[in-house]
């Protein structure tokens, strides 16, 4: 095992549990106590995990796994709804794309739609995701708009005043937006505060908001609101969506698309 999977697979426990003990972590990964301690001083250097006397803890009270360390989580069914949410764009469009995993997924869904090859442009694509800017930069056809704002190192996002700023002076078709946390009650969430509220303005200058959300995502609460579940007019899920959960979200007036 690499040390990339290695550092991801202990982060993930960690965020499973919120402690683990070097012996604990080196049976569940096969490798020596000595290799834990040196990848928990590691993270622990990187403010990734507390250290502790045997073992190591979250980072935090509300703790957000970094984008980087999220990309292998639930591929499998991300890239289904990725290419779900990217069908129901059409050609020349104004899209909003806020970070995460599932919207990236549909980032790079859209730019090998054959439909989108040509245009002037084929898509405008407005985010405050760093690293999906960079990768649709590289699509001529594409008309990318970035906003403002100070970057987030957990999530490559920029937020802020300058985001706000750019934002409040267009309009979108359509919204994407990724989520941690996705109920009827409570509406869509994110960790962070300073995010949510781009991606509530996000959503308020878009004529239709899909939510792009695997099935872990749903009926669960997060610290950080961005919009009430009757402002989301489609939500993008994975096959094993509880049925209830489906039918639910069905009676609050969202079209659900189950892929």
Same mark, same amino acid.
């Given at each position: 095992?690499?040390?990339?999977? *290695? ?9 499973? *549990? ?18 834990? =301690? ?11 995990? /507390? ?28 890239? =289904? ?26 980032? *790079? ?40 704002? /100070? ?22 078709? /359509? ?85």
């Amino acid at each position: 095992m690499s040390r990339d999977a *290695r550092w991801q697979a202990l982060l993930e426990l960690l965020v499973e *549990r919120g402690r683990l003990d070097v012996e604990e972590a080196a049976a569940e990964l096969a490798v020596s106590a000595a290799t834990i =301690r040196r990848d928990f001083d590691q993270l622990a250097e990187q403010q990734m995990l /507390v250290r502790t006397r045997g073992g190591a803890v979250v980072h935090g009270v509300s703790y957000e796994l970094p984008l980087r360390y999220k990309t292998a989580r639930r591929a499998t069914e991300k890239q =289904r709804v990725a290419k779900a949410v990217a069908d129901l764009v059409a050609p020349g469009e104004a899209v909003g794309l806020t970070g995460g995993t599932t919207t990236t997924e549909v980032a *790079r869904a859209l730019a090998v739609r054959g439909d989108l090859a040509s245009g002037a442009p084929a898509l405008t694509v407005v985010t405050n995701a760093l690293n999906i800017a960079s990768e649709l930069a590289v699509r001529p056809q594409f008309k990318i708009v970035v906003t403002g704002g /100070v970057a987030r190192a957990q999530s490559y996002e920029l937020v802020g005043p300058l985001a706000d700023g750019v934002l409040g002076q267009i309009t979108l078709d /359509v919204a994407v937006l990724g989520v941690v946390a996705f109920d009827v009650v409570h509406g869509a969430a994110a960790h962070d505060e300073a995010e949510a509220a781009v991606n509530r303005l996000l959503c308020e200058r878009a004529e239709r908001v899909v939510v792009a959300a695997d099935s872990s995502k749903l009926e669960r609460r997060a610290f950080a609101w961005i919009c009430a579940a009757d402002s989301v007019d489609t939500l993008v899920t994975d096959a094993a969506a509880e049925p209830e959960t489906v039918r639910r979200f069905e009676e609050a007036g969202v079209r659900v698309v189950v892929v």
